[in-house]
C-alpha cells in the first residue's frame, strides 16, 4: 500500500538503496550517486522526494546531477516551497549564532549542511555579509531570492557580497559567476574578534576573507601565550595579533604575500608592532630550527595537507614535521598551539603525529586544551565531516 500523500507526483521521487536509506536513518544527510536506484528525471538542482526501495518516503532532498554526492537531505517533511524553507532555515540559523557568539560582529551565519542549507556558506563581517553557493540546489533562483532577502532582514548590512569559487562552480556544471557587490556599494570594512580588529575586503582574500572558525582558538591561545612568539602560517594575523596582547615579541610567517600585507595593516590598526616574514614554512622551521632559535609560544596552523583520504600519508608527514621543528624550538615551560583544519587526519591521527614528534625531540607535553572550530561553525552529531577543525594547545613540561 502506496503510504504518499496523492500529491506527492508533485516532486521528482529519487529512490535509494538499502545502504543510502540506512546512511539518512543513521542521521547522515547525504546520498551518494552509487547509492541512486533511480533518480525519477530529477533536474539539476530540484528538491525531490526520497523514496526506499520498498516505497517507504524518508523526507525531501535536494538532487544535484553532478555531484558524487546526489542527495543532500534537506526535511523529513514534504518541501514544496523551497524559498520558504530557505528563508526559515536562515532565521534559525541567525538565532542560533544569537545564542552562542559573543564578543565578535564576525562570524559563519550560515555554515551549510550543518544548518541544513547544503551547500551556503555565509558570513558576516561587521556591516558586510559575504555568502557562497556550492551546489545546484542553493545556486536555484527560489534559494538565491530567499537567502538575498532573508539576509537583508535579519542583519541589516551595508552590503551584500557573492564570493564565487569558479572551481567548484565548474565541478557542480554551474554556469559561470563572478565574485561581487550583490547589494550595496560598500566592499571594504573594519570588523572585530575578541577586542582584536582586523581589515575585510569582501572582493580580496581566501576563502570567504577571514578564518572565522579559529575565533575561539584564538581566545582560549592567548591566555596561555607568552614571552617570544612564533606564529607559522599567519595569514592575515589572527593567532599573531592576539599574542600581542601578552607576548614580548611576535613574528608571523606565510608564504602569501598578499596576507601578510593585510596582517601589517591588522597589526598598525591595533597598535602593535609584529615582524611578518614571507616564507616557506617547512624551509623557515628547518633553518631556524638548525639555528638553534627558541621560542616560548609558537603556532601552527597550516593550510588542510589533506584534500582527500588518499593524500593521508603525505598530509601525516607535513604534521610530523612542522611539529617536530617547533618543539626543537620551544623553551621548557613554552606554549604550542598546533592545529589541523583536514577532516581526513582524525583527532586520534592528530594526536598520535604530535605525539610522535615529542617523543622524537625528546619532550614531554601536556595539553591543556583540545579544542575544536568555533560554534558558529556547528558540528552536527551524526554527520562527521562537519567536525574537521583540531587545536591542541599544549605545554612544554620537560
Ligand atoms: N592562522 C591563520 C589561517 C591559516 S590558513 C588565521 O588564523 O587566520 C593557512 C595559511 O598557510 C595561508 O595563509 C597560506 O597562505 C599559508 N601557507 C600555505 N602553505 C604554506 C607554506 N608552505 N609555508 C607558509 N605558509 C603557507
Not at 25 to 30: C, K, L, P, Q, Y
Not at 134 to 143: E, F
Not at 177 to 197: A, I, Q
Request: contains cysteine.
Amino acid at each position: 500500500m502506496s503510504r504518499h500523500p496523492p500529491d506527492s507526483s508533485q516532486l521528482p521521487r529519487v529512490v535509494i538503496s538499502v545502504r543510502g536509506a540506512q546512511r539518512l536513518r543513521e542521521g547522515h544527510v547525504w546520498v551518494y550517486r552509487s547509492d541512486i536506484v533511480s533518480d525519477g528525471s530529477a533536474t539539476p538542482g530540484a528538491l525531490v522526494e526520497i523514496v526506499d526501495g520498498r516505497g517507504k518516503t524518508l523526507g525531501t532532498a535536494l538532487y544535484s546531477s553532478a555531484s558524487q554526492i546526489a542527495i543532500r537531505f534537506l526535511s523529513r517533511e514534504r518541501v514544496d516551497d523551497l524559498e520558504k524553507l530557505v528563508r526559515q532555515r536562515i532565521c534559525q540559523a541567525v538565532a542560533y549564532r544569537e545564542r552562542v557568539v559573543h564578543d565578535t560582529d564576525a562570524y559563519r551565519v550560515v555554515f551549510s549542511e550543518a544548518d541544513f542549507l547544503p551547500g551556503l556558506i555565509v558570513d558576516r563581517y561587521n556591516d558586510i555579509v559575504s555568502f557562497q553557493v556550492l551546489t545546484q540546489g542553493m545556486d536555484s533562483g527560489p534559494a538565491r531570492k530567499a537567502l538575498v532577502s532573508e539576509l537583508s532582514e535579519q542583519l541589516h548590512p551595508e552590503a551584500i557580497a557573492e564570493r564565487v569559487d569558479p572551481k567548484i562552480r565548474e565541478l557542480e556544471r554551474l554556469p559561470a559567476r563572478s565574485s561581487g557587490l550583490v547589494h550595496g556599494d560598500k566592499s571594504t570594512t573594519v570588523f572585530s574578534m575578541n577586542g582584536v580588529k582586523f581589515h575585510y575586503d569582501a572582493l580580496l582574500g581566501q576563502k570567504t576573507g577571514a578564518f572565522l572558525d579559529q575565533r575561539e582558538n584564538y581566545a582560549a591561545t592567548a591566555q596561555y601565550a607568552r614571552g617570544e612568539a612564533l606564529d607559522v602560517c599567519c595569514y592575515q594575523g589572527g593567532f599573531a595579533l592576539h599574542l600581542a596582547k601578552s607576548c614580548s615579541r611576535v613574528t608571523g610567517v606565510d608564504s602569501s604575500r598578499p596576507a601578510l600585507e593585510v596582517a601589517d595593516r591588522n597589526a598598525e590598526l591595533n597598535g602593535k608592532e609584529i615582524e611578518w616574514i614571507e616564507a616557506n614554512a617547512f624551509d623557515l622551521l628547518r633553518d631556524y630550527a638548525a639555528a638553534g632559535q627558541q621560542y616560548d609560544t609558537v603556532i601552527l596552523d597550516p593550510p588542510a595537507f589533506a584534500k582527500s583520504k588518499r593524500d593521508l600519508d603525505t598530509a601525516l608527514r607535513g604534521y610530523k614535521e612542522l611539529n617536530l621543528r617547533a618543539l626543537k624550538m620551544l623553551r621548557p615551560g613554552g606554549i604550542l598551539a598546533t592545529c589541523s583544519c583536514s577532516y581526513h587526519v582524525s583527532q586520534a591521527d592528530f594526536l598520535q603525529v604530535v605525539a610522535e614528534a615529542a617523543c622524537d625531540v625528546h619532550k614531554s607535553l601536556r595539553i591543556l586544551e583540545s579544542r575544536p572550530q568555533a560554534k558558529d561553525h556547528p558540528i552536527l552529531l551524526n554527520v562527521p565531516e562537519t567536525a574537521y577543525l583540531k587545536c591542541l594547545i599544549m605545554h612544554v613540561t620537560l
